[in-house]
């Protein structure tokens, strides 16, 4: 069993940034795939970013991000092993919607499919305004 517990977010002009966090608790693994979605109000989900990771000393560490954030997103692992961020810079407006953080454990696969994910955040608001 994994549990995920997000942090940050919040309300922000476009153009600030903001620093969401994802605590992952539970069961370890060596290997690991860890991805952000976003859904805005009447909107499916959609893929933001992923990161995974593999070996005993995380060596090996892989990002992707959607074209629609990319350059200006940035997906992480922060120094504890278990907690990966995503920095999002330049916000526009149409970043609005809760963020979700999803794990699969063992499987470090850099999928935009949300049921390639087993475990999932609570979610978390973000709100730009123009």
């Known amino acids: 069993q994994v549990q995920l517990v997000q942090s940050g977010g919040g309300l922000v002009q476009a153009g600030d940034s903001l620093r969401l966090s994802c605590y992952a608790s539970?069961?370890?693994?060596?290997?690991?795939?860890m991805g952000w979605f976003r859904q805005a109000p009447g909107k499916e989900r959609e893929f933001v970013a992923a990161?995974?990771?593999?070996?005993?000393?995380?060596?090996?560490?892989?990002?992707y991000y959607a074209d629609t954030v990319k350059g200006r997103f940035t997906v992480s692992r922060l120094n504890a092993r278990s907690t990966v961020s995503l920095l999002m810079n330049s916000l526009k407006p149409e970043d609005t919607a809760v963020y979700y953080c999803?794990?699969?454990?063992?499987?470090?696969?850099?999928?935009?499919?949300?049921?390639?994910?087993?475990?999932w955040g609570q979610g978390t608001q973000v709100t730009v305004s123009s």
């Open positions: 990161i995974t990771w593999s070996g005993i000393m995380w060596t090996s560490v892989n990002t």
């Open positions: 539970g069961r370890t693994f060596s290997d690991y795939g």
């Open positions: 999803a794990a699969a454990p063992g499987r470090p696969s850099l999928s935009v499919d949300p049921n390639s994910y087993d475990y």
